[in-house]
């Protein structure tokens, strides 16, 4: 790492490439470093006709999962309506995930999710401000840029030179027209203070950016778009963000959307809309009929906005508070482990250290290899639960013999890799722990006993 930047600052050319220049590869790390967030920011678009307030959103990031609460403005006004009347109250709000996203207003009980890649939902990655001349927001930092050069230029060439210490980055369009320019400070952790869209020899748009450093990286904290004429029309501020601290959460679930235990979950993998679902937590569902059978057994309590929904009580609602939720989460998760039986890698764990008679140390590592095949199994099936619950689903209602063999035969291949991270990776591992004395007796307990003895 040491050594890419002092390559960097030492970098200084005026000669075009296809190749990414190294300035702008550091201007995607540096906003790739904001891994946790949680930002309360605003945009006021002041050319507008209409409202020219200030539209406040909370974001959360963790890594690649974002979650947007649009707050709306001061006065109210969450949304508009094709009539172009204002809608009050009813903050939606969205989660994207990995596997889908959850869309969610915050003064209702009614939850959708959609399943599949969530690449078709734009949300708002606020620590991609200011990346673009345009106001871009709907990609990650490291798909901003690159998605932007590919709608608008196709194939390009690189040009960079330094200017007054700042490294000016040119993205020249194929049809020679059309170019874009960064300048790029290293002094602001190799953030760009300004982007540019040129036409010929006309400056189209511009976006100017401040930075702030906050716990040892450089946010951006307002972000003022140009239009040819100089005026500026529109304004991105962000009022408070804290970042990358130990206490913001790791994941996102739909508790971070204020999304409750005993809410309606309408699941939808277009164009089929699923079975109504009910919300259990940490991201679960349960088909109604199940759900409303454990809350009669006592087995599940509804959350507050449920029972005030039930009650014909108007919904509460209220923007949650990030780190409580990661603690209830985190309690939850504890207390699900903590009931639950041994699962086969525990129980063969156990008994490969009582068969061998492992030492203290031996034990320790035992375990520390136990639950490092156990997070690479979790991640695996974090990702795939979906299409398991679905292929579970289609065994339970299978039509025939034939429909049911084929679903069976889907949860298999789906749960192939959980085995070979077994076989090839927890089981040899824990056999290299042994001594030669340890191996020496184990083959002697395996071989059968002579007749007689």
């Known amino acids: 790492m040491c050594v890419f930047w002092l390559v960097l600052c030492a970098f200084s050319v005026d000669n075009q490439t296809a190749e990414k220049p190294l300035a702008l590869q550091a201007f995607e790390q540096a906003r790739q470093a904001i891994a946790f967030a949680d930002v309360h920011w605003s945009q006021c678009l002041p050319l507008r006709e209409s409202n020219t307030e200030e539209w406040h959103v909370r974001s959360l990031i963790a890594r690649d ?64 401000m200011g990346m673009t001349p345009f106001i871009s927001l709907g990609h990650p930092p490291e798909e901003a840029i690159e998605d932007m050069l590919s709608k608008r230029c ?19 369009c194929e049809n020679e027209d059309t170019r874009f320019v960064w300048y790029i400070d290293p002094d602001l952790g190799w953030n760009a203070t300004r982007a540019e869209y040129w036409y010929g020899d006309s400056l189209q748009y511009e976006t100017l950016t401040e930075y702030e450093e906050i716990n040892g990286v450089f946010f951006p904290v307002s972000s003022a778009h140009i239009n040819a004429d100089g005026d500026m029309y529109a304004l991105q501020t962000v009022h408070e963000a804290e970042v990358n601290t130990p206490e913001l959460p790791r994941d996102l679930v739909p508790e971070h959307i204020g999304i409750e235990t005993g809410m309606f979950v309408f699941v939808q993998n277009n164009p089929e809309v699923k079975t109504q679902h009910n919300y259990v937590g940490d991201g679960k569902t349960l088909p109604a009929k199940e759900f409303w059978e454990k809350v009669r057994k006592g ?65 320790q590592k035992a375990m520390q290899i136990l639950r490092m095949c156990q997070l690479e199994r979790d991640h695996y099936l974090r990702g795939k639960r979906r299409k398991l619950e679905a292929a579970e689903a289609e065994v339970k209602n299978a039509a025939d013999q034939r ?25 040899p591992r824990l056999d290299r722990l042994l001594t030669r004395a340890q191996r020496k007796q184990a083959a002697q307990t395996s071989q059968p006993s002579a007749p007689g003895d």
């Open 299 to 363: 087995e599940i309590e509804l959350g507050p906005k449920t029972q005030a929904d039930l009650a014909g009580r108007p919904v509460p609602h209220s923007v949650p508070d990030p780190k409580e939720v990661r603690r209830q989460i985190e309690e939850l998760r504890k207390r699900t482990f903590q009931e639950r039986a041994l699962d086969e890698w525990e129980k063969y764990t156990l008994a490969f250290i009582r068969r061998h008679e492992l030492d203290d140390e031996q034990q």
């Open 403 to 427: 429909a049911r063999q084929q679903a069976e035969e889907k949860i298999q291949t789906l749960r192939a890799p959980i085995g070979r991270i077994f076989e090839n990776k927890l089981k």
């Open 65 to 128: 999962e974002v979650a947007v609460m649009i707050l709306g403005t001061p006065s109210g006004i969450t949304a508009w309506r094709e009539d172009k009347t204002p809608i009050l109250n009813s903050p939606p709000a969205f989660l994207k995930e990995d596997d889908g996203w959850w869309d969610y207003r915050m003064d209702q009980t009614d939850v959708y999710r959609y399943e599949g890649h969530p690449s078709t939902l734009s949300l708002a990655n606020v620590h991609s």
């Open 154 to 172: 196709g194939p390009v060439r690189y040009r960079e030179e330094v200017v007054d210490g700042l490294h000016r980055v040119e993205a020249q």
